[in-house]
């Protein structure tokens, strides 16, 4: 690898699908700012000796990957631009989740140092800090001065049957995890400014499609419980004078991780709608998720519970219709509600058949500016699919 500081790295393959792979990215200053320059060199294997369509298919590819690679480049240097003129110090948990995933990268290249808790030993070298809920253990020691902490531990809820017993491990693992965090924050010396703590629409239940705020209370279903007893235990934190803020968070659109990745994963086509299909789906790009969580630290007026998801809602049918349409894959039949409640359950009633329109109110009032606005714009960001290259809408 050949690294030059402040002006060109490169990554050379030494075994994987070509036959030959160089990547030397150069950096240079221009009257216009940065600019960040991707030259690539590679071979195929028996190369000279392949139809000129693959060829041309795997040229089309990597342009494809290079042009989504720029696109979120730019976003991710627009938001850091607007969010990040200082370093901070931040502590996550559930940092190997979907928003886990997305959200350490993407701070620390914002010049972010960021710590993460880890239920095995951990590695101080990669900043990681030990602690395990269910014994009420962490390593308060290790936990340097912070400037957020953001928890998004939680028992994944799952697609399948409900059990009793997977319901008590979804709310305990909340519990658990966050009045652990609550308590070790009140015995820091230093004690963060803001603490931002997960929830998720369900709280408000199966509104049908009324558009709710973040006024509306609870529902009365089990997720409603799960994100209601969730957001309780989180309260107390705002009594150790710590800005607190319940993120409420709609379905996070990413092709490497939860609701979409298994849309795309779908191995012939798209089931046309489960139910009536007219349930609403309320979204967001996992894009404009991590901007979120960004502005909710820096925005000082931001406290309380705020609805993290479009203005733009769709239904079940037209979140499934959009994705069909740009893809080009073929519609399925649609499967009953009597079927999905027979196989599913209440896992079924409460997310397949449930809805809810929720508005983004205290986002948008406080100054946050979406990035996608619509869900095939979203789409095409995150499956690399550009107008250019396909006659879909």
């Not at 240097?77 to 886990?100: F, Q, W």
């Not at 014994?135 to 531990?153: C, T, Y």
């Not at 500016?369 to 290259?389: N, P, V, W």
Request: aromatic content about 8%; charged content about 25%; hydrophobic content about 35%.
């Amino acid at each position: 690898v050949k690294e030059q500081h402040g002006e060109v790295f490169q990554d050379i393959q030494e075994s994987g699908p070509f036959a030959s792979w160089s990547h030397t990215h150069i950096f240079n200053q221009t009257e216009e700012g940065a600019r960040l320059t991707d030259s690539v060199d590679y071979q195929l294997p028996l190369h000279a000796m392949l139809p000129g369509f693959l060829t041309r298919f795997v040229e089309k590819e990597l342009t494809r990957t290079f042009k989504h690679r720029e696109e979120v480049l730019r976003h991710d240097l627009d938001l850091h631009k607007r969010y990040s003129n200082a370093p901070m110090t931040l502590l996550i948990s559930g940092s190997s989740g979907v928003v886990g995933r997305h959200l350490v990268p993407f701070l620390t290249t914002g010049g972010h140092t960021v710590y993460t808790l880890v239920r095995r030993a951990a590695d101080s070298q990669k900043n990681e800090i030990y602690w395990n809920p269910a014994k009420g253990e962490i390593d308060s020691k290790s936990i340097p001065k912070l400037d957020a902490v953001i928890h998004l531990a939680g028992e994944y809820i799952g697609l399948g049957r409900w059990s009793e017993e997977r319901k008590k491990r979804v709310i305990d693992s909340r519990v658990q995890g966050t009045s652990l965090l609550v308590k070790t924050m009140a015995e820091l010396e230093h004690k963060p400014k803001v603490f931002l703590s997960s929830s998720a629409i369900g709280y408000y239940g199966d509104t049908k499609t009324e558009p709710i705020d973040e006024s509306r209370g609870a529902g009365r279903d089990f997720l409603s419980q799960v994100c209601s007893t969730w957001e309780e235990s989180a309260k107390p934190a705002e009594s150790l004078g710590i800005r607190t803020v319940i993120m409420r968070m709609g379905v996070a659109l990413s092709c490497k991780g939860g609701a979409l990745e298994k849309l795309v994963k779908a191995p012939i086509g798209y089931v046309r709608r489960f139910g009536s299909g007219q349930q609403m789906f309320s979204w967001l790009s996992m894009d404009d998720l991590l901007g979120a969580i960004l502005h909710c630290i820096k925005t000082e007026s931001l406290s309380g519970p705020v609805n993290m998801a479009s203005p733009n809602p769709v239904t079940n049918e037209e979140m499934i219709g959009t994705m069909a349409r740009l893809t080009g894959r073929p519609f399925l039949p649609g499967v009953p509600a009597f079927i999905l409640k027979i196989l599913y359950g209440d896992m079924a009633r409460e997310i397949l058949l449930s809805g809810c329109h929720a508005l983004p109110n205290k986002l948008i009032n406080s100054g946050f500016e979406f990035s996608y606005l619509t869900l095939a714009d979203t789409l095409r960001s995150q499956l690399g699919i550009y107008k250019e290259d396909s006659d879909h809408p």
